[in-house]
């Protein structure tokens, strides 16, 4: 599944705060031993045991470096003092070291496996696309995105053309296989940077960082691939169906998270569907009152 460059970057800026407060962390308990054998106190250099051990989890293998080279320094400034004993520091740096490592892979492969977790309880297992709560956290993220840095944004909403008769007539097994299909084809053509998601039934949405204009190229292209998808059902034929889209776009400016937006690509996607379907329409002030008839 593809992640939306606006998505990444708003992660990045979100975990910046805290990466910074755990590389301070790491920085104060690297620097707590570190004064302690400067000031005289040699035997503290086994204090690094704990910033060592925990230097992944806090700051990843940059901070693991910087605090083994950071012991390393200190325990060869000890090592020429009366009583010291450098080859015992040189063992236990080395051992220290080799737990950060293998407490870094334990931390790794369970950060691996969050991410794995957390992207399927985000992803419509039929579709393959994002589901509804994805969509419910994305669209006001990437309104409040538009409105911070003056950026255009678009959405689009599809819906299948006579869905409900495609399942009378072929079963339900052959509407899952359609609505995957639909889910693969929305995929192959919207771009890595579009957020799409199966908004409820056969309805899907496509939130695209853009204008207007860009998003109803992008609808353009589901349109037509759907028009062309045909897929297996009773009797060894193949049937498909058309889809309709409604686009709005995001330009108030005054503190809308998507609701606006939201009701007017709906207002356009039932344009569409009263002009006859398999077509996109952009949201125009005259579909209040087509969409209230």
């Not at 106190?41 to 083994?68: K, N, R």
Request: hydrophobic letters at 50%; a neutral charge; charged letters at 25%.
């Amino acid at each position: 599944m593809r992640t939306s460059h606006a998505a990444r970057d708003l992660e990045a800026s979100d975990g910046a705060g805290p990466a910074r407060r755990r590389a301070v962390l790491l920085a104060v308990a690297v620097a707590v031993p570190s004064a302690l054998v400067l000031l005289g106190a040699t035997p503290a250099w086994t204090l690094f045991a704990l910033p060592m051990a925990l230097a992944v989890p806090l700051a990843g293998p940059a901070g693991l470096a910087g605090a083994s080279v950071v012991a390393a320094i200190m325990c060869a400034l000890a090592s020429g003092r009366e009583g010291a004993d450098g080859r015992a520091m040189t063992v236990g740096l080395l051992a220290f070291a080799a737990a950060g490592v293998a407490v870094g892979a334990g931390h790794r492969a369970q950060e691996r496996a969050a991410a794995r977790i957390a992207d399927q309880s985000l992803v419509d297992r039929l579709t393959g696309v994002h589901n509804y709560a994805f969509f419910a956290d994305a669209l006001p993220r990437e309104c409040r995105r538009a409105e911070r840095y003056g950026l255009p944004l678009s959405l689009i909403l599809l819906d299948l053309d006579r869905f409900k008769a495609f399942n009378d007539r072929h079963g339900h097994d052959a509407g899952n296989r359609l609505l995957a299909a639909v889910g693969e084809a929305i995929r192959r053509s919207s771009r890595a940077s579009d957020i799409a998601a199966r908004f409820g039934g056969e309805e899907f949405a496509l939130i695209v960082p853009g204008p207007a204009e860009e998003a109803l190229e992008a609808a353009e292209r589901i349109r037509a691939a759907v028009a062309e998808l045909r897929v297996l059902v009773a009797g060894g034929e193949t049937a498909g169906t058309t889809i309709s889209a409604g686009v709005a776009d995001f330009g108030n400016g005054e503190g809308d998270r998507g609701d606006r937006m939201l009701d007017q690509a709906d207002k356009a996607l039932y344009h569409s569907k009263a002009s006859g379907r398999d077509r996109v329409s952009l949201f125009a002030p005259e579909h209040r009152w087509a969409a209230a008839s």
